[in-house]
């Protein structure tokens, strides 16, 4: 009885699994094609660091420790999340990587929102 019992999962063992990885070529594509939505929003970061510094020199005040802060988080936010849905993308078929780098992006684009809104310029200057 004991012999029986154990055939199911020595047979279930025996079962080869077919994993197809998706072409190197797709993913770097793919990481190349989202990769330029995320430089777009670090570079719009840049431009606010660099803007909003002006008009705080050009107001006779400067950036508070806190502002620096949030805008230095604003420009490193699409890196992170670019390598994060890079990482958890790495062994997914390339219809999973796209929409994970989409979802990334949406996350960016509603944080970066959240902080133009919750930070503004009177919150961000001493």
Known sequence: MSD????????AGDVPTVVTRTPRWITLTL????????????WEAIGNLVGLNLTAHNLDTQ????????????????LLVFGGAFWLGRTRRA???????????????????????MFGLGSLIV
């Open 63 to 78: 950036l508070s420790g806190f502002g620096w802060a949030v805008l230095i988080f604003a420009v490193l936010m699409p």
């Open 95 to 117: 219809g999973a990587k796209a929409v994970i780098f989409l979802a990334g992006l949406c996350l960016v684009a509603a944080l970066s929102i959240d902080i133009t809104v």
């Open 4 to 11: 029986t019992a154990a055939q199911p999962d020595a047979l």
């Open 31 to 42: 990481a190349v094609l989202f990769g330029l939505f995320y430089a777009y929003d670090v």
